[in-house]
């Protein structure tokens, strides 16, 4: 069974930039989770999704960043112009169902660094 | 939103010996993790436990809900325990991380 993958494990950019991050959610999973850990610091939410939906985006900043899980095909984070402060490690989880009562699995993030 | 601390921040073993650490959080909650990042950054899901008590080898964790804490038992530490250990709380579906606790195993 494979886990949850997320590509690319590294990525560079040069700032205004654009970062496209992929993550595929485990097999049967529907839910789809978005974290960030910026260095030094803990994990923070970011957006929450189901297919072709947005449950919550609370967690993820109003500008130059956007989320979506098409019907087909992985969940991508997009971060439009990115700037320094953008560097961190990207977490995507997924569930069977509402974390509420689900347990989350992790992928093994994307490590982006802006130059 | 709910609060995590975690406790110690920081922890230095000599390889073999046993550490506690623990999780406290501001409210009750649906669901409750704990997990490892290792060295490489990766993290590995170490337990599911809103309630009760559960054992994984060397590692076991006890989660008493009505008191609003968990602990992560650690016997017979190895240098590959050392990373940082997070505990993660939800009430409805967003996780909220502790700082985490980093364990440095020497031999």
């Known amino acids: 069974n494979a886990g949850v993958m997320q590509n690319p494990r590294h990525l560079v950019r040069r700032r205004g930039q654009e970062a496209r991050l992929r993550c595929s959610p485990m097999k049967g999973h529907s839910h789809v989770y978005w974290y960030r850990q910026l260095p030094e610091e803990g994990l923070k939410f970011m957006v929450y999704?189901?297919?072709?939906?947005?449950?919550?985006e609370s967690g993820m900043p109003k500008e130059r960043f956007s989320a979506e899980f098409p019907k087909e095909g992985p969940s991508i984070l997009r971060i439009q112009q990115v700037v320094r402060g953008d560097s961190a490690a990207y977490f995507c989880?997924?569930?069977?169902?509402?974390?509420?009562?689900?347990?989350?699995?992790f992928g093994p993030g994307t490590r982006l660094t802006v130059l | 939103g709910i609060q995590v601390e975690q406790s110690p921040p920081d922890l230095i073993l000599q390889e073999g010996a046993n550490s506690t650490l623990r999780c406290n959080f501001s409210d009750s909650v649906n669901n409750l993790q704990w997990f490892h990042q290792n060295p490489w950054g990766q993290l590995i899901n170490l337990f599911y436990i809103p309630s009760g008590t559960k054992q994984n080898g060397r590692l076991s964790a006890t989660t008493v809900a009505t008191e609003r804490y968990s602990l992560l038992y650690i016997s017979s530490s190895q240098t590959t325990d050392s990373g940082v250990y997070f505990c993660?709380?939800?009430?409805?579906?967003?996780?909220?991380f502790g700082k985490g606790t980093k364990l440095s195993v020497i031999p």
């Open positions: 993660a709380v939800s009430g409805s579906y967003q996780l909220t």
């Open positions: 989880a997924s569930s069977q169902g509402t974390a509420s009562y689900n347990e989350q699995f």
């Open positions: 999704l189901q297919k072709e939906n947005i449950i919550d």
